[in-house]
């Protein structure tokens, strides 16, 4: 079945509690992740809660990469969606699993975008619009 | 069943090619769908690409909000991952699903987070500590 991207959605439990607590770890994590998948990073914007928990994406030219942590429960909630033939989302979450200690995940994988055209693909390159690209904390 | 979160996954069929191919207009839909779902938003990163599309996510207190375009296919994949009582992921897709002027759409909703924990519950509010949050464009 053709598609236009492959999306993993990952469930990580008995994490290792500090790593997933901190956001720059986590954020350096998550672009690793996206550069062992062969995805280009374009943007990105990670938060830390009180008292506890990390969310964040990182934007790739192939759709994206988030997380969310719950060190209070030793979990995280892992996505990473691309699109294209030359990323594999497996290896972002393989490395991901392990930077975070994790000692029992899920992962399943959904096809997004099966479109009944015969000449299906992911916009090519990854050429970004100077100008029209925002990244913007909300304070 | 109880679990941290709920994850909407929504595929929109025939979409107005236009609207999903304009940066601004697709990043102020998200912006309002996060607020109609109740949700509190902490960050964003739009990008448009050439010769067409948009990638974009909404960072919200309660997870995110994520969106890629492919206006060739008239195609748009939409993710609104909430977590809490209080949001409700479903009202943004309703909202998104008509701004785009999506002819036919599909959702399915996966439980995120199903712990076998009594008290389990959601991070409380969703205060970001100062100095650690990240939005960054990469170049």
Sequence with gaps: MKSLGKHLLAEYYRCDENAINDVQKVEEALVRAAEIAGATVIGKSFHRFEPYGVSGVVVISESHLTIHTWP????????????????DPMRAHEYLKEVFGTQNATVETILRGVLNIPDLRHKPGGSCVSGNCTDKRIR
Excluded: P, S
């Design 72 to 87: 209070e429960y030793g979990f995280a909630a892992v996505d990473v969606f691309t699109c294209g033939d030359h990323v």
